[in-house]
């Protein structure tokens, strides 16, 4: 599986933004996808995830009511949909596919797409 993200920029605070997370390669033996980011000097924390076919979703606390995580599976296309962002979302956003230990953990990665929050 090949994971292309895009959607990534420098937006102000208060803004909006939608991530894209194109898969190919087999995408359809995953049965779910997430979201993570990666701050500068911080480690890898996740974001959202999920279920291809029932489209249950699973997110972190701290972006509940501001994040949206959505598929359309006719295009093997995960989002991110992020709104009222703020400086300390600035981070490398990361999609990946093939849970070994959903939601947390999956084998294949995409390359990250980074995302800037100005004040």
């Known amino acids: 599986v090949q994971l292309q993200a895009s959607g990534g920029g420098l937006v102000q605070a208060g803004g909006s933004l939608r991530l894209s997370c194109a898969a190919s390669?087999?995408?359809?033996?995953?049965?779910?996808m997430g979201w993570f980011r990666q701050a500068p000097g911080k480690e890898r924390e996740f974001l959202a995830a999920?279920?291809?076919?029932?489209?249950?979703?699973y997110y972190a606390d701290f972006v509940k009511g501001r994040f949206t995580i959505s598929s359309d599976n006719t295009k093997n296309t995960v989002y991110l949909q992020m709104s009222d962002l703020k400086v300390e979302d600035t981070a490398v956003y990361y999609c990946a596919s093939d849970p070994t230990n959903y939601p947390w953990e999956y084998n294949y990665w995409g390359q990250g797409t980074l995302v800037t929050v100005s004040s």
């Open positions: 390669g087999r995408p359809e033996r995953s049965y779910g």
């Open positions: 999920i279920r291809r076919l029932s489209g249950n979703t």
